[in-house]
């Protein structure tokens, strides 16, 4: 896992483009939340085998927005956003996730 700085980044602090995270600022690479977030996020695409894993991020995104008619409601409720945020915190989380875990949050 490597962590970058894109400063150009303006439409969100991280992002996990696997094997990349990018942050905006290089402050964030210290924020153990968001860092524990994105890794979440390499995890599942791992599972996914990547390309997969943004085809299915964006169809439930799409179908959310078609769903909730916002923005913000539709991203925060990607089954794979849903696992992110709610385990982001959780410090052994990846350790004990079992595979596939995304699958409870659809």
């Not at 700085?5 to 990349?20: C, I, Q, R, S």
């Not at 799409?62 to 956003?81: K, P, S, V």
Request: aromatic fraction near 20%.
């Amino acid at each position: 896992m490597w962590i970058i700085v894109v400063p150009a980044m303006k439409f969100a602090d991280g992002m996990a483009l696997y094997p990349f995270i990018l942050v905006r600022h290089r402050e964030m690479k210290k924020n153990e939340t968001l860092i524990r977030h994105e890794r979440i996020h390499l995890r599942q695409q791992l599972e996914l085998l990547v390309v997969p894993f943004y085809c299915f991020y964006l169809f439930n995104y799409f179908f959310n927005l078609i769903r909730y008619q916002n923005h913000h409601t539709a991203y925060r409720n990607i089954c794979f956003e849903r696992e992110a945020y709610e385990n982001e915190h959780k410090i052994d989380f990846l350790q004990k996730r079992s595979f596939w875990n995304f699958i409870k949050y659809l």
